[in-house]
Each structure stands twice: as structure tokens, then as C-alpha cells.
């Protein structure tokens, strides 16, 4: 938009100055015609030798003016046009610079890790009240009303964590005490033990949902954890045979969250598996880039590729009832949000014979 302005104003300034240049040559060369006309009546009524030569140094002297005055005119408006493109390219970049603070301020916050981080920054642009000033107070206006509803979020999130914990353990105690005498009947002890399945169902639901909303912000405190060490400790299973190769991959993260990642995609692996001769194989290195690569790839059902980038929606499995089956659909979400959160990413492919390559790609530790 500078350049275009500076043409803009540049080209019409040119264009101005063409056509003074023009019009000067038109009026005098009217003038130039005129004269010789009325020389030339005098010439018919006087003619002496020495008033033609006088008449004839005038022409000349017309001639060699007019010359002058375009080409030194031209010069002067090549040098008046350069500088007024320079001064052009001046003034539109003092005229766009509250612009240049609006993207810079939407710029920092689109390219936060976390959605909640950088909405309370203000653009606060100083200057006369006109379009632009509008614009950039519209703008601070729809931040303070995410910035109040992320808070908002967070406050429930914090209330939800107390609120939804306490009645499960409540139940979950009522119901152990209710089955620990010996008298109790099978029916009864069947039907306690099917709540309680489905009571510690819910309580995983509400771990997933409280990890999710919190690993959706960005991790502030961070510690050396090298991932090879996390898969040793947790790439193991009794159904499914899982082959580790970790290899040194250093991050700077919160430990609790990048357990719950390579957690999250083993249980994943190995739930959604074959029933006979299942495999999940968890790789971890640094690449040259100066990114830490963490593989985990497991046999399973053959899933389509336009199904995978749904797989990691909350509540969402592939060919699953969502109240059916041991998992809550949010292992994979959970996986995304702490990778974003910790500047990273992942990435998964549908494999030909079945089951997923997962990849998460996180920055290595300096």
C-alpha cells in the first residue's frame, strides 16, 4: 500500500507537470505565431534592411527561449518529481504507521502458542479520532471481551475441578463401603461394581476435559525432560507386544503434560490394535533441524486418510459409539494441546495395512 500510494501521488504529480510543460508550449507558441504576423504586416508597410534583421533576431531569440524553457522546465520537473516521490514515500509511511501498530498487535496475539495468551495487550493507538483511531479502538474492544471471557473460562475450569471431583469420590466410597460386607448378594455386587466402572469412567472424562483445558495454554514454567527417558517409563503393555527405540531427545517442558503425551499416544496404540499379533513401536530422536521427533506407529484396523484429521477432535473415534468402549475420544485432542502448548506440533498418517503413524514434533532444548 506505501508503493501504491508514492506511484499514486508521484504519477499525478508528473502528470501535472506534463501538462504545464505542455501548456507553456502551446501559449507560446501562440505568442510566437502572433508576433510573426504582426511583423510581417510591418514588413509589408516598412521594409528596411535593418528592420528584418532586427525582426529576425527576435524569432531566433523566441526560438532559442522557448528551447530553454522546455528543456531546462524538464530537467526541473525530472528533480522536483524524484524529490516528491521521496517526500511521497514519507508521508505514506507516516500515514500507515497506525496500521503497521494494528498488524504488529494482531500479529503477537494470532502467533501465541496459546489461545488465552497475549489478550491483554492493547493497541491504545494515540491521534485525531478518524478511521483508522476507530478501527484500532474496535479492535482493543474485541480483546477485552475475549480476554474477560478466556478469564471467565479459566475460573470455571478451576470451579468444574472441585465441583465434578467431589461427588465422584463420594460415590466411589459410598459404593466400596456398600460391597465390603461378605453378605452382600452377587446381583448387588455386580451392579456396584458396574457403577463403579462406570464412576471411574466419568472421573477419567473429567481428568481428560481439565488436562485439555489445561494444556491448551502455553507452559510458562518449563524443565529439562528428554522424551527417551518418558518412554522407558512408560512404553509397556501386557496385550499388545510394544517395541521401544528411544534415543536422546531433549525438551524444555512440564513434565506431567509430556508424560500424559507419550501416555496418551501408547494407551492409544495399543488400544485401538489387533487382537492377535498387534504391535505399537515408540521412537524418539533429535533431528538436524532442531527438532525432537517422537514416532509412535501400531497395527490396527485399516482407517482412511479423510478420517484422520477427525480423529483428533474431542469426543471423536474412528467407527465408535461415543459413550462405547473404555476411552473418552480425548486421548488424541489431549496429544495436540500439550504439543501446541509446548511450541510444537503433531501429525498423523493413516498406515496401508492398518493402524497410524503418529508424529510430534517439538523444539529441542538449547
Do not use: C
Not at 521427533?293 to 471423536?316: D, M
Not at 475420544?329 to 492398518?354: E, F, K, M, N, Q
Amino acid at each position: 500500500m506505501r508503493r501504491r500510494l508514492t506511484l499514486v501521488y508521484g504519477g499525478l504529480f508528473l502528470l501535472a507537470g506534463l501538462i504545464l510543460l505542455g501548456s507553456i508550449y502551446v501559449l507560446g507558441g501562440q505568442s510566437k505565431v502572433t508576433a510573426a504576423g504582426s511583423m510581417q504586416r510591418e514588413d509589408v508597410a516598412t521594409p528596411p534592411n535593418g528592420d528584418v534583421l532586427f525582426k529576425t533576431v527576435i524569432r531566433e531569440t523566441q526560438a532559442d527561449t522557448m528551447h530553454t524553457v522546455l528543456t531546462q522546465g524538464a530537467i526541473a520537473l525530472v528533480v522536483i518529481s524524484a524529490a516528491a516521490i521521496a517526500l511521497g514515500w514519507l508521508i505514506a509511511g507516516r500515514m500507515l504507521q497506525p496500521l503497521h501498530q494494528i498488524t504488529a498487535t494482531a500479529r503477537r496475539i494470532a502467533e501465541s502458542p496459546a489461545a488465552d495468551r497475549g489478550l491483554h495487550e492493547r493497541i491504545a493507538l494515540a491521534g485525531p479520532d478518524d478511521e483508522v483511531k476507530q478501527l484500532a479502538d474496535t479492535f482493543d474492544l474485541m480483546l477485552a471481551r475475549l480476554d474477560r471471557s478466556f478469564d471467565g473460562q479459566r475460573r470455571f475450569i478451576a470451579s468444574a475441578s472441585h465441583e465434578l471431583r467431589t461427588p465422584l469420590t463420594l460415590n466411589r466410597t459410598l459404593l466400596e463401603v456398600a460391597l465390603t460386607p461378605e453378605t452382600v448378594s452377587p446381583e448387588v455386587r455386580q451392579l456396584g461394581t458396574t457403577l463403579l466402572a462406570i464412576n471411574d469412567r466419568h472421573g477419567r472424562l473429567i481428568d481428560g476435559l481439565l488436562l485439555l483445558a489445561r494444556s491448551d495454554r502455553e507452559v510458562t514454567e518449563r524443565s529439562y525432560v528428554d522424551l527417551a527417558d518418558i518412554v522407558d517409563h512408560v512404553a509397556v503393555s501386557d496385550t499388545v507386544k510394544v517395541v521401544a527405540d528411544p534415543h536422546e531427545a531433549a525438551v524444555l517442558g512440564d513434565p506431567v503434560l509430556l508424560e500424559r503425551l507419550v501416555q496418551n499416544l501408547v494407551e492409544n496404540g495399543v488400544r485401538h490394535n489387533v487382537a492377535e499379533n498387534g504391535w505399537v513401536r515408540v521412537t524418539t530422536l533429535t533431528r538436524p533441524d532442531g527438532w525432537v521427533e517422537l514416532r509412535v506407529s501400531n497395527s490396527g484396523p485399516v482407517i482412511p486418510r479423510y478420517e484422520v484429521p477427525g480423529l483428533f477432535a474431542p469426543f471423536h473415534r474412528f467407527r465408535t459409539e461415543r459413550l462405547a468402549g473404555p476411552g473418552a475420544g480425548l486421548g488424541l485432542s489431549i496429544v495436540r494441546a500439550v504439543a501446541r502448548a509446548h511450541g510444537g506440533d503433531v501429525h498423523a498418517d493413516a498406515r496401508d495395512t492398518g493402524g497410524l503413524d503418529v508424529t510430534v514434533l517439538l523444539p529441542r532444548a538449547p
